[in-house]
């Protein structure tokens, strides 16, 4: 609309208009993008999940073919920092898993090669390699499975037998569960050391998303942690 002199009634925004909108685009956006990150999360966990599921199902088709379970690896190359209980390479070179490489997309660690895709975790009551010599691994395992809320056991295998370490105590004892597999979660791999001092991957208190570093966990008798 134009006045009688020429002069026209329409203006554009002021400054201080400007810096509210501005202010205000950013408030939404704070407001929105914790939310897109937890559902963009919880899409990563559902594909975890389903992942774990497939490499229990080649653990268990793996045990019953060769009676017995695949063997535990721990700092196979020498570096403890990443590559401690990968999932069993076994498990891929006798096509129990029809993949090439069975990446946690959670773990980033970069190996001394520059790969940073690194394999789910195994862990069991069995025989394994450590800095490629064999030994035996234990696990530790809640006395309350599957509540997992209770201190834990520590089981280990020893002449055909296998014992839970209870406190000063040593006593022949079948533990609940012989295996686990997991991802590392959200917040990233803890390292060898700290995996140890926590006791994962059984106690509840050490789930995600109780905790947020918890892991992701699928226990040999299909339980999940939640």
Request: overall charge neutral; proline content about 7%.
């Amino acid at each position: 609309m134009k006045l009688r002199d020429g002069c026209s009634t329409e203006r554009g925004f002021t400054l201080i208009e400007l810096l509210v909108v501005i202010a205000i685009v950013v408030v939404l956006a704070a407001l929105l993008f914790p939310v897109l990150g937890q559902s963009k999360t919880r899409a990563v966990v559902t594909r975890v999940q389903s992942d774990l599921r497939q490499a229990a199902i080649a653990i268990e088709m793996y045990q019953e073919d060769w009676r017995g379970l695949p063997p535990v690896r721990s700092c196979c190359s020498g570096s403890e920092r990443w590559d401690y209980y990968e999932l069993p390479h076994e498990l891929v070179t006798l096509h129990y898993l029809g993949i090439q490489r069975f990446s946690d997309p959670f773990n980033q660690t970069a190996g001394d090669d520059g790969q940073t895709a690194r394999p789910y975790k195994y862990l069991a009551v069995n025989w394994g390699y450590s800095a490629n010599h064999k030994t035996h691994f234990t696990m530790w395992i809640p006395r309350d499975y599957p509540a997992c809320n209770q201190s834990s056991l520590l089981y280990y295998e020893f002449a055909g037998r296998i014992y839970a370490l209870d406190g000063g105590e040593t006593r022949p004892q079948d533990p609940p569960i012989r295996w686990a597999v997991w991802s590392v979660g959200p917040s990233g791999d803890p390292g060898l050391e700290e995996t140890g001092n926590r006791q994962l991957p059984a106690p509840r208190k050490e789930w995600y998303p109780l905790s947020r570093k918890g892991v992701i966990v699928r226990f040999a008798d299909g339980r999940m942690s939640r």
